[in-house]
């Protein structure tokens, strides 16, 4: 029943939001150049990697030294308001349509993430990671890895197709409410370093 409605969500908001996401690649074009989507490995349900779709919102740039700056300093103000909207996550409704995702799950993470959580961390795997989850209509980037990844266990243990959709409205209003974008001092949040095992 999820595949089902993931499936029939993802593939109705590609066609009713085609003119929003060729504006949006546009957009993306003039303000980041090529290429116009952001591909990154992700591990997907089991840990199984997958190639994660977004929109751009950092420029190329580097230092004397040929390494790429800070995110803060790449981050234009377009990809600010790209995050801010959620607008470069659109990308990812492709992910959910091939089924390397579903609507509503824990966030996919880093890679190098896997072998720092703890086996009930680990948990957040037993299903198809989400573009939207539990974590993210109760506080986002707002909040402590810890915290996030106790949320997105909750949410596997009682994972429903109504939970889905009280998560899907809950996300809608978050983002026009622009809340938990950031964590304090960061463009997003802090990396992961591990938990207390």
Partial sequence: MKRTFDILVSGSALLLLLPVLFVVSLLVYIYHGRPILFGQIRPGKDGYPFRMLKFRTMRDANDDKGEPLSDSERLTKFGIFLR??????????????????????????????????????????????????????????????????????????????????????????????????????????????????
């Fill in 84 to 197: 801010a909207t959620s607008l470069d996550e659109l990308p990812g409704l492709w992910n959910v349509l091939k089924g390397d995702m579903s609507l509503v799950g824990p966030r996919p993470l880093l890679m190098e993430y896997l072998e720092l959580y703890t086996p009930e961390q680990a948990r957040r795997h037993e299903v198809r990671p989400g573009i939207t989850g539990w974590a993210q209509v109760n506080g986002r980037n707002a909040i402590s890895w810890e915290e996030k990844f106790k949320l997105d266990v909750w949410y596997v243990e009682n994972q429903s197709l109504w939970l889905d959709i009280k998560i899907l409205f809950m996300t809608v209003k978050k983002v026009f409410a622009r809340e938990g974008i950031s964590a304090d001092g960061h463009v997003t949040t802090e990396k992961f370093k591990g938990s207390k095992k």
